[in-house]
């Protein structure tokens, strides 16, 4: 990927008009293909592809493509690479990676970008604005992003771990779910928020520290405790009527149908999140209720279990 030649791609896309079947493209999904095999070695059959791995994944973080169909088979690539991490003989390329997750939860692909550019200027018809329609090579590099940062989290937890003072990974998530919500092309959607929360709790899991994990949720819990009193949600959830009226039902229940749309994707985004760091949160020390930490798993719940009527 490092040596790719880009002005034969160019050649390339202004013949064919694009890059889907391009000779670069097709390689880089061959070379994905047959490593996503390498999860099927172990011990000595895994450790033996360790160098090839290294230099191939060097090549990867080191390319920096600005199409997009070429980002996602980049991603593709990197996330084929998962098994091979912890037989490179170094933690910089995971380290890179790491650091590139991070940096890219907010990716826009160059079209993305540039209207973002003219919203923001007023240039567009409308005049300023701070939200940008995002285009479907976006959604789908981002949808990759926050399934690979899952997955190295999930799959190569120690080492990840080892790896999070140097790449600044933490900080940067942190970063975007603490963004107060303003619309604009760089926030995350709720599904990407949701997948970031997991990597973090995932990561939290093997920390080996009580309080750094506890510190963790409720950082992660925070900003959607506080969209329970702002939204109106902890009133809502006081009865089943309550909750019915401010969904919308019966449709008489409630005035404008936009603000009712506005509230449920709210609502709805707001619950998914949570969801994503109970589903994933499991207290260190164990929470059986024999010989384990029974109050661990409820001490989790508990900051939102305070908002409820």
């Not at 920096?64 to 910089?92: E, N």
């Amino acid at each position: 990927p490092a040596t790719t030649d880009v002005a034969a791609l160019q050649e390339w896309c202004s013949l064919s008009g694009g890059v889907a079947h391009c000779p670069q493209v097709l390689a880089l999904e061959a070379a994905a293909s047959t490593l996503d095999c390498v999860a099927r070695f172990s011990g000595k059959g895994l450790e033996a592809v360790g160098a090839a791995a290294h230099e191939l994944a060097c090549g990867a973080l080191g390319w920096a493509p600005s199409r997009p169909v070429l980002q996602a088979r980049r991603l593709q690539l990197l996330g084929a690479l998962t098994p091979c991490w912890a037989i490179m003989g170094s933690a910089a390329p995971l380290s890179e990676l790491l650091r590139q997750l991070g940096a890219g939860l907010c990716y826009l692909s160059p079209a993305d970008a540039a209207a973002d550019v003219a919203h923001s200027r007023g240039d567009d018809q409308g005049g300023p604005t701070t939200w940008v329609e995002l285009g479907k090579p976006t959604i789908e590099i981002r949808s990759s992003l926050s399934l690979l940062l899952v997955r190295v989290a999930k799959e190569a937890t120690a080492h990840v771990l080892a790896c999070l003072p140097a790449s600044g990974l933490v900080g940067a998530v942190r970063q975007r779910l603490g963004e107060d919500g303003a619309a604009n092309a760089l926030r995350l959607s709720s599904e990407e928020r949701a997948r970031a929360c997991e990597a973090l709790v995932l990561l939290s899991n093997a920390c080996g520290s009580p309080e750094q994990q506890a510190t963790l949720v409720a950082e992660l819990l925070t900003p959607l405790r506080a969209e329970w009193v702002r939204h109106g949600f902890r009133a809502a959830c006081a009865s089943p009527a309550a909750l019915l009226a401010a969904i919308g039902v019966p449709h008489a229940a409630v005035g404008a149908a936009a603000v009712t749309r506005q509230w449920r994707r709210l609502f709805s985004q707001n619950l998914e999140q949570l969801h994503a760091v109970y589903r994933g949160a499991e207290p260190i020390g164990g929470d059986a209720p024999v010989g384990g930490d029974v109050g661990a798993l409820a001490a989790l719940a508990e900051p939102l279990m305070e908002l409820l009527p």
